[in-house]
């Protein structure tokens, strides 16, 4: 192989690397940080204390709830006495521990049933199977605990709020199947683009017929790699929030981004840092062209103008008179 198809093929690889970089990153970060219940539920655990995620919640709950008592009584009675009641027992609710707790538990239910139905479709606690029927999650031990609050502050009509079916549709019947595909692709491009991306690198280093300059390029693709998936994730938030109904709470769904988003923002910069790092420490190691090894035994050469200096010298010097050969006396030969 010559040396111009080594560095071309090498330069090839090397950016084939660089931009399966940030793929791979935001693929893993889906397939195996996402699809884990465990760590799901660790990290939506601190949004029980955030203020616009309780705000958001204690409005949907409370809206739920009053709508189910206006189908039972009338609605000038409904807004006078109730609704107010039923949305500050909310909000006091979310403010405890139980609710913490709630919190965590509809959180890993959710995504216990998200992930049996985009995974074929498995039966779920009914029997029945998920590939046909929406995901969601009922809210009912959240709204038994409102009623038995509201039941002690004797609200009227506390008695009447029904807890047996409140449900949020996670994922509608139509969009499940999609998912699912997508999601067995998801989980197939989670491990080979991390993979791949590593093997091009160093494949492409590898035949590099000057492996420094390729170690410094593959470093800065790198850290470019990584700039342009944190700015994809801060692009991505600007649209999420944009596209979102007004009844909807825009800070609550920015903090429930940004906590889903946290380890791959993470994981960015580190991208980021590793590759200047790389980048940096190579380029201060490397060998000066202008010192050569000198011989054992041999003095400094002369440069610049001491050099010009000598060969002036030498081409100034008289050549020296040349000695006169000395004439061999004869060989007496005696008879």
Excluded at 139 to 145: E, K, M
């Amino acid at each position: 192989m010559t040396r111009r198809l080594r560095s071309g093929l090498s330069a090839v690889l090397i950016v084939l690397s660089c931009l399966l970089v940030p793929f791979g990153a935001l693929t893993a970060w889906a397939a195996y940080g996402l699809a884990d219940t465990g760590r799901y539920v660790t990290t939506m655990a601190p949004l029980a204390a955030d203020p616009d995620v309780r705000e958001a919640i204690a409005d949907t709950v409370g809206n739920g709830i009053v709508e189910e008592i206006g189908r039972e009584t009338d609605a000038r009675v409904l807004r006078a006495t109730v609704a107010p009641f039923v949305h500050d027992a909310v909000r006091s609710f979310t403010q405890t521990s139980a609710f913490r707790t709630a919190w965590n538990e509809g959180n890993r239910v959710a995504h216990d049933a998200v992930l049996r139905a985009l995974r074929d479709g498995q039966e779920g606690p009914d029997g029945q199977d998920d590939r046909d029927h929406p995901v969601t999650v009922d809210l009912a031990p959240v709204t038994a605990q409102v009623k038995a609050q509201l039941a002690q502050d004797h609200v009227p009509l506390a008695d009447r709020i029904p807890v047996e079916h409140t449900e949020v549709a996670l994922l509608p019947a139509q969009d499940v199947g999609r998912m699912r595909k997508g999601f067995h692709v998801l989980e197939v491009a989670g491990f080979w683009l991390p993979v791949s991306a590593v093997a091009f690198a160093v494949a492409g280093i590898a035949l590099a017929a000057r492996r420094r300059r390729a170690v410094t390029a593959t470093a800065l693709g790198t850290a470019l790699g990584g700039a342009l998936l944190a700015l994809a994730l801060a692009v991505g938030r600007a649209l999420t929030l944009s596209d979102l109904p007004q009844e909807v709470s825009q800070p609550a769904v920015g903090a429930v981004y940004d906590a889903l988003t946290s380890t791959l923002r993470t994981t960015s910069w580190l991208l980021v840092a590793l590759g200047l790092t790389v980048a940096a420490l190579t380029w201060l190691t490397r060998r000066r062209p202008g010192r050569t090894r000198s011989r054992p035994g041999a003095g400094p050469r002369p440069r610049g103008r001491l050099r010009l200096l000598l060969r002036l010298g030498r081409r100034g010097r008289a050549p020296e008179a040349a000695t006169p050969p000395q004439q061999q006396e004869p060989t007496r030969v005696e008879a």
